[in-house]
């Protein structure tokens, strides 16, 4: 079901990030990177997953959030 459910919404996404799983309940936490003139796509997508599985399946949903999980930074602190 998760490399299932992780196809589909890797076609209509421009990349992925895998998250930590914080729930002993969680079987699959990523971030998906979208434009914008993509965002219907991927929402019909979200859509069709929770049709294929019902209720064997639940799936939370949200964003657009900012890309956070899509950028490297590193910061430190230099002492004077």
Known sequence: ?????????R???????GNDLY???????R??????DGQSAFDDAVSEIRD????SLHVQYNGPWAPYNF???EI?????
Request: no cysteine.
């Open 11 to 17: 076609a209509v996404a421009d990349t992925e990030a």
């Open 76 to 80: 430190s602190a230099e002492g004077r």
């Open 71 to 73: 950028v490297d930074i």
């Open 23 to 29: 729930s002993d309940r969680l079987v699959f936490n």
């Open 1 to 9: 079901v998760v490399e299932a459910v992780a196809t589909r919404l």
């Open 52 to 55: 294929a599985y019902g209720d």
């Open 31 to 36: 971030s998906y990177l979208v434009d914008r």
